[in-house]
């Protein structure tokens, strides 16, 4: 471990090396409801309660998909009409894009081409494109035009028509050509890195304070295509590992995170590329723990196989689990989140916020101790986490959900927040040591209690639980099947 450290403290003294913060988007308040349904919108799941939020199969029998034999069936996020819910002629209304966007909560900036051009990114663990507002458009407003690719010595065009698009349940999208430029993150220099310039966006795209998006995942999972064929190019990580001025021990990327409701904290979450921060480990007072990732699906995945709550073993044998910095939740089993909820005064399940609810009144002391595995250690979720945001006047709303249909567990930020990630892509492993805050602010904040807090339920009138739950839904969508 030890000549890993000093590998890459060379490392930083050769190529000045340095943090990258990670700041919180200052327009973005915190939302349970639209958390849960970006994660939905994002992996497809469906609720396993009784949600009004859900994906349903549809199916086109237009005259031309008719006229050449073929039936195409798709998927839309919609919600069930919360008024008059019995009223079979009442349509449920699609989620709207905005709602369903990259949930990531924090912003970094890199550089891009020469001379470099700043932008600000999602970083996201959990997909595998870079993407960027691009100025070489006529459809987006000025104020959405970041990247100049004509400003940039070092800007390549495709040389095989390249082309990419981000398409969300309502029809929104995000699209364009793709180019190849030098990008700097950290400090490091990426060459020869694809860039995907968005030149044609959705209305619910061309607003909000990210430039785009950093893909940290595995480039299974890149959206780029050539003549209509998918043509994955490499990530940034992978593009950094093939040069020859990155050793093997630092072959990886960093992340820690902390508490939004800590103003000491607020500028201390960060990145690094290249490097582990030694200082941060030791202040653990453990060795990393590490485990081996299974990247056949793209994704950081390991297993998970156990869980504790108050030190009581839950049962979730061969269960797995996915580290993703682009969603806010940790989203486990159904017998897990039960298992979490049983143990916590007074909370509930939502039909209305679809997810699990905290009195607004409980302390920390009555909060359990929540633990799930990386490999083969287990991690507290650190007790202020399991607090995400107000749902209305009287609530939380629970940083822990249940996963649905997901075959696998999602740690989101509300886990992350707990662990200091080490992301190392080139031993193809993950590894993490505890970072639990001193202090757990569990306070209501006063004033942040609104009914609905900015959850993509329009409705703000009626109190939790108002609705009745799964007849009515059955009868607001009795002619649809729902996956």
Aim: contains cysteine; charged residues 25%; aromatic residues 10%.
């Amino acid at each position: 471990m030890c000549s890993m450290y000093q590998v890459q403290s060379q490392l930083r003294q050769d190529l000045g090396l340095h943090k990258v913060q990670a700041v919180r988007k200052s327009g973005r308040k915190l939302d349970g409801t639209k958390a849960y349904v970006s994660a939905m919108a994002r992996y497809g799941f469906n609720p396993t309660e009784e949600s009004r939020f859900f994906h349903l199969k549809k199916t086109d029998l237009t005259k031309e998909f008719q006229r050449c034999g073929y039936t195409r069936h798709w998927e839309q996020l919609v919600r069930a009409p919360q008024e008059r819910p019995d009223d079979p002629q009442k349509d449920n209304e699609p989620v709207p894009a905005e709602d369903q966007q990259y949930d990531t909560q924090y912003l970094c900036e890199i550089g891009i081409g020469t001379p470099q051009q700043k932008v600000k990114l999602d970083f996201d663990t959990g997909s595998a494109d870079l993407w960027v507002r691009s100025r070489d458009s006529s459809l987006l407003r000025k104020a959405d035009k970041k990247f100049d690719p004509k400003k940039s010595e070092t800007f390549q065009e495709s040389k095989t028509g390249q082309t990419w698009k981000i398409q969300y349940g309502d029809g929104s999208t995000a699209s364009g050509t793709v180019g190849t430029d030098m990008i700097t993150v950290g400090g490091l220099q990426i060459k020869n890195q694809a860039i995907e310039l968005a030149t044609r966006v959705s209305s619910a795209f061309s607003s909000g304070e990210a430039d785009g998006l950093l893909g940290l995942a595995f480039s299974t999972i890149n959206t780029i295509e050539s003549d209509g064929k998918p043509d994955p190019q490499p990530t940034p990580v992978e593009n950094m590992i093939s040069q020859d001025d990155i050793p093997k021990d630092a072959e990886l990327f960093t992340s820690a995170f902390y508490s939004v409701r800590d103003d000491k904290s607020a500028e201390k979450s960060f990145y690094t590329f290249g490097w582990v921060d030694e200082d941060l480990v030791k202040s653990s007072g453990q060795e990393i723990a590490w485990t081996p990732i299974d990247n056949s699906e793209g994704f950081w995945k390991f297993p998970s196989e156990s869980a504790a709550v108050n030190g009581e073993n839950v049962p979730v044998d061969g269960n797995t689990a996915i580290a993703d910095t682009g969603t806010t939740l940790a989203l486990v089993s159904d017998t897990v989140c039960k298992a979490l909820y049983a143990k916590i005064p007074g909370s509930k399940y939502s039909y209305r916020y679809q997810g699990y609810l905290i009195p607004s009144t409980i302390t920390t002391d009555q909060l359990p101790q929540l633990s799930v595995a990386v490999g083969g250690k287990q991690f507290i979720i650190q007790k202020e986490d399991l607090l995400l945001a107000p749902a209305d006047n009287d609530h939380w709303y629970g940083g822990v959900q249940s996963r649905g249909t997901m075959p696998f567990d999602i740690l989101g930020d509300t886990f992350l927040k707990s662990i200091y990630a080490i992301w190392d892509q080139g031993n193809n492993r993950f590894g993490a040591v505890p970072k639990i805050e001193v202090n757990q602010n569990t306070v209501f904040p006063a004033g942040d209690g609104s009914p609905e807090a900015g959850s993509p339920d329009p409705d703000a009138g009626n109190k939790v639980g108002e609705i009745s739950p799964v007849e009515q839904v059955r009868d607001a969508v009795k002619n649809v099947q729902m996956l």
